[in-house]
């Protein structure tokens, strides 16, 4: 693409990225200002760390869609750190820790430097997870108390766990209005977090559930301030601190402890947490971005040191690259760095107007949007898909986050690595093969007949997965791949799992990646991601029993002649295909009803990356069409287009039917082709029947009903309303 | 290494002799050179008529066997008897390790590889019956013993009647000097790796221009990898049945301690190796 090209595309999509931004910075607030107080740390610190990252990372940064701010994983390690090196003194200990966070920062740049981006490879996958889901539980059993107004819970992670049920106990038989109020706004602020994704309305969703609950604290004050007689139960000491002048006095970093033992470990845990959490964000992010760009990561790693550096000077916490808003950015359609940008200018456009109305939101709510997010990292579904993958890598999972809860991340992590290598050694029942072949270069690469043919040798685990990996990133996304393990005695989990995400970002890319060489191999579960053999779990050939609805799909199937299946035995390829799943990820496609060209079926994806991922369920219907029609996306118009609309993207109107014009929103590329296409029969084709959110990709139609599973009847008139629209599109096309 | 007129083998009375023996015999007859087997030790009539009974087994030899019987360490005998008699090849057996199908090259064949002053052919599957070469792969380093050793797996894969050779260009990834970040400098490397992988090649055509390649499919393969180390698995990869390199340069301690190039091969055979010097 030219300069010129660039700029205008850049200037193109500013209006979108200014939107996203916007949307990001609603969510940036409340999580900025309650991780820096779950830190321990004043609450602004956590909004500087998001403005300055922001900027920053902006300007030079290396990947695309990412958002950069304070993160979850760091909460633990500086809550200790304040803990240790204030010696109780909690702002004396902020001030150390300030010292600290800038000394990661020059840290994270020098990895940055050396390109050690790749560092996060070393690490065992469930040794990781085991460590994320002990960040969850530290910021769960802490945050649980706060949520119920309860600021004095003190103790080790397992002791505030235990005290959680006493905690609700004494809550419920409080005396005290100011902590019931304050508790009953925590509670009412989870279940805003729990209920939020099940709500499938557009015009909720369009502010982060977050923001809600700020809204809705806001306007608890405000009901008492206007409206009722008494006065804003709860306490001063249970709300939000804001300095009087935010932008104007910085705290001083105190680097007087800079040699101490304490001081220097709080570095290490620092530096290690943000890096961690960075690259996995980083490499999460990507498989998002609808453009599928590749981010340059250590440029970005260095850009998160450098504006961790300037963060930390300014009061700050650690600048990392955060998965929640970085979804949320790419789901608004953020498509460059400006979006972080535009999310920073935000923020500081918040904190300047809104300070004073930040200052009535009690801590309690700020809390139960930490206690959701503690959960999320440490949910038991984690624990059971670790299950699923083997009974050793839950093994794996248990030690790291028991170390990790008894002691400390840097111990627990460590401990991880060590008993993931025992493992291998005893399944291996062989020491010499990663003793011996530890060093010597294990994969081979060679392009041969336009195929990409990588084959590894001896062993394959986190150990020297570098090399691997080095190697595979070498292959362009759009080739051919062939990775053969049959030299290879042993591939670990770690490495099936990000072989399989490298076939994922193939698939996404337009090229194929294989794996071969794993048929022989022994292994502890089906699971994909198993140690030792690769293989995609087919379904099961037992006979179980239909539920009610599968009847009824059977009985529809047969009324209207077509087949039907429970679980597809091939995948269905046409669906990566389609705009709508550009930005979320196919889990399952079951309840497959079929004739020659339409499919209706079931069908599970995911929205969102890790801690916000959001699992959906929905019915729809694909119809594939052997000519080529324009490529457009046919929706209900409403005020969610209008923002749209505003944010860059165009209606196409009807001459001669205004009324269509109205209540439909028509988008697309080729406006001619597309006017065309739309004849009267089409159109009042679409004006007498019900809506539903219509996709065309040139080969083939895709209809979304609701973004929900659909009942019986929903789902004969989804698929009567389908052949119906394929009968008139094949009459346009021979009449065309 | 032009023609091969004289064959060493060392006569140890192991029980993979016979193999080894049967082996080196049909190298002899196939290029009509003379076969020197040496013993180091004591001459006994015990060990002569188990020889002798050997050579009863194997096939007739066009020219008969000179027997060498002399004491001392097998490594200097050996290499005296190499110079004294110049010897064209040096043949020696790999041993396997238990139970995995890796062979590596015993401690005494290890030096006999790094010090003979011929070529040395490291077997490691030696097998009475015959088994045809099928594929020979040649290392194409761009190195100015490469040129010989190409002609002399030319000279091989004829005597043996090998239809494949495959000239592996190996070029170390630093040569790229591109670091792959994102997507541009991914596109700058492959297409500095498309460049670099013609000028190799033209540098083999360059090599194979005077070599008569008729009646032999010849392929060139580059491979971006470690030196001496991605020939290996490479052959080992395509089921190669003897892979020529070059003699290594002078090898120290350094180099036993950080192995490269030819100790790489020397530590896990792949398959059959040739060196050629």
Redesign the interface.
């Known amino acids: 693409m030219s300069k010129k090209g660039t700029v205008k595309t850049f200037v193109g999509q500013l209006p979108q990225n200014i939107f996203s931004g916007f949307v990001v910075s609603l969510v940036a607030l409340p999580l900025g200002l309650g991780l820096a107080l779950a830190s321990g740390a004043p609450p602004i610190s956590g909004v500087i760390a998001a403005i300055v990252g922001g900027i920053v990372c902006t300007i030079l940064g290396?990947s695309h869609v990412t958002i950069t701010g304070p993160g979850n994983g760091l909460v633990v390690v500086i809550l200790s750190a304040i803990t240790i090196l204030g010696n109780g003194n909690m702002y004396e200990g902020y001030l150390f820790t300030l010292a600290a966070v800038i000394i990661s920062g020059g840290l994270m740049f020098i990895l940055g430097i050396l390109?050690l981006g790749s560092l996060s490879n070393f690490f065992p996958s469930s040794a990781i997870q085991g460590m994320l889901a002990a960040i969850g539980i530290g910021i769960f059993a802490k945050q649980a108390h706060v949520m119920l107004g309860d600021l004095s819970a003190k103790g080790s992670i397992i002791e505030l766990l235990l005290s959680i049920p006493n905690d609700m106990f004494s809550y419920v038989q409080t005396n005290s209005t100011s902590v019931f109020y304050a508790g009953s706004i925590g509670i009412i602020s989870l279940l805003i977090m729990i209920f939020y994704s099940k709500i499938r309305n557009r015009y909720f969703q369009l502010v982060p559930a977050p923001m809600w609950i700020i809204v809705f604290s806001i306007g608890f004050y405000y009901y008492f301030d206007v409206f009722s007689s008494s006065k804003y139960p709860i306490d001063q000491e249970l709300l939000i601190n804001l300095p009087d002048k935010i932008f104007a006095k910085f705290p001083q970093p105190n680097f007087d402890k800079l040699f101490e033992l304490e001081f220097i470990s709080a570095v290490i845990a620092i530096t290690l947490i943000a890096s961690i959490e960075s690259l996995l964000s980083i490499k999460a992010v990507d498989k998002l971005d609808p453009m599928k760009?590749?981010?340059?990561?250590?440029?970005d790693i260095r850009a998160l040191g450098i504006a961790t550096v300037i963060s930390g000077f300014l009061g700050g916490l650690n600048v990392v690259t955060v998965i929640a808003r970085s979804s949320i950015n790419v789901n608004n359609k953020g498509s460059n760095r400006s979006a972080n940008l535009f999310h920073a200018i935000f923020l500081v456009l918040f904190v300047l107007l809104l300070a004073s109305e930040l200052r009535h939101i009690p801590l309690s709510a700020l809390a139960a949007i930490l206690v959701y997010t503690g959960y999320k990292l440490a949910s038991p579904e984690n624990i059971r898909k670790t299950f699923r993958i083997g009974s050793e890598q839950l093994i794996i999972f248990m030690v790291t986050l028991l170390v990790t809860i008894t002691t400390n991340l840097i111990t627990g992590i460590i401990v991880g690595i060590i008993a993931t290598f025992i493992i291998h050694v005893i399944i291996n029942k062989n020491f010499g093969m990663f003793a011996g072949n530890l060093f010597?270069?294990n994969?081979?690469?060679?392009?041969?007949d336009d195929t990409y043919?990588v084959?590894v040798?001896n062993f394959s685990s986190f150990l020297n997965y570098t090399k691997l990996k080095s190697k595979l990133?070498?292959i362009?996304e759009t080739e051919d791949v062939i990775i053969?393990f049959s030299?290879c005695d042993f591939v670990d989990h770690s490495v099936m799992e990000n072989v399989y995400s490298y076939s994922e970002s193939f698939k996404r890319k337009g090229g194929y990646f294989e794996v071969i060489g794993l048929d022989g191999y022994k292994s502890g579960s089906a699971h994909p991601f198993a140690l030792r053999k690769f293989a995609l779990s087919k379904p099961k050939d037992k006979k179980h029993s239909l539920t009610k609805r599968q009847k009824s799909l059977r009985s529809i199937s047969e009324e209207l002649q077509w087949s039907y299946q429970e679980i597809p035995q091939e995948e269905i390829t046409e669906l990566p295909e389609f705009g709508y799943f550009k930005t979320r990820q196919i889990k399952k496609v079951s309840n497959i009803l079929s004739n020659d060209h339409c499919s209706l079926f079931d069908i599970d994806f995911s929205e969102g990356e890790l801690i916000a991922k959001q699992n959906i369920k929905a019915t729809m219907i694909h119809i594939g069409l052997d000519k080529g029609i324009p490529e457009f996306t046919l929706d209900r118009e409403g005020i969610f287009e209008y923002i749209i609309h505003f944010a860059g993207f165009k209606d196409i109107d009807i001459d001669d039917h205004p009324d269509f014009s109205k209540r439909f929103y028509l988008s697309g590329k080729n406006e001619e082709k597309i006017r065309a296409f739309f004849t009267d029969e089409l159109i009042l084709f679409f004006e007498s029947n019900t809506y539903y959110h219509i996709e065309s990709n040139e080969k083939g139609l895709l209809i979304i009903g609701k973004e929900r599973l659909a009942g019986v009847k929903e789902i004969k008139s989804l698929a009567d309303f389908g052949i119906r629209l394929t009968q008139i599109i094949s009459n346009v096309r021979t009449t065309v | 290494m032009q023609k091969i007129q004289k064959i060493l083998i060392g006569i140890a009375f192991s029980p993979n002799l016979k193999a080894n023996f049967f082996e080196a015999a049909r190298i002899a007859n196939m290029f009509n050179s003379e076969l020197v087997g040496v013993h180091v030790g004591d001459k006994s009539t015990e060990k002569e008529q188990a020889l002798a009974d050997l050579i009863h087994e194997t096939p007739k030899l066009t020219i008969p066997l000179k027997t060498i019987w002399q004491k001392g360490n097998p490594i200097d005998v050996l290499l005296e008897a190499t110079k004294e008699e110049s010897i064209d090849l040096l043949i020696l057996g790999a041993l396997k390790q238990e139970n995995i199908y890796k062979y590596y090259v015993g401690s005494i064949a290890r030096e006999l590889t790094r010090k003979a002053t011929c070529s040395v052919l490291l077997l490691i599957k030696p097998s009475v019956e015959r088994i045809a070469c099928k594929q020979i792969v040649v290392n194409g380093l761009k190195d100015q013993r490469t040129k010989e050793t190409i002609q002399a797996s030319f000279l091989i894969s004829k005597g043996l009647g090998c239809k494949r050779v495959t000239i592996v260009e190996e070029i170390s990834q630093s040569e790229i000097h591109v670091?792959?970040?994102?997507?541009a400098?991914?596109?700058k490397?492959?297409i500095r790796k498309e460049r670099l992988k013609m000028r190799e090649d033209s540098r083999v055509n360059k090599i194979l221009e005077e070599i008569d390649t008729k009646d032999i499919t010849v392929k060139k393969?580059?491979?971006?990898?470690?030196r001496g180390?991605?020939i290996g698995?490479?052959a080992?990869?395509k089921r190669a049945d003897l892979l020529v390199m070059n003699a290594p340069k002078k090898t120290g301690l350094l180099d036993r301690m950080f192995p490269h190039d030819l100790e790489?091969i020397l530590s896990e055979l792949p398959t059959d190796v040739l060196i050629v010097k």
């Open positions: 290396g390109r760009r590749r981010s340059n990561i250590n440029k010597k270069p994969v081979l690469m060679f392009k041969e043919y084959s040798k990133d070498q362009p053969d030299m | 670091k792959v970040n994102d997507d400098s991914l596109r490397a492959t393969q580059s491979i971006f990898g470690k180390y991605s698995h490479y080992k990869v790489y």
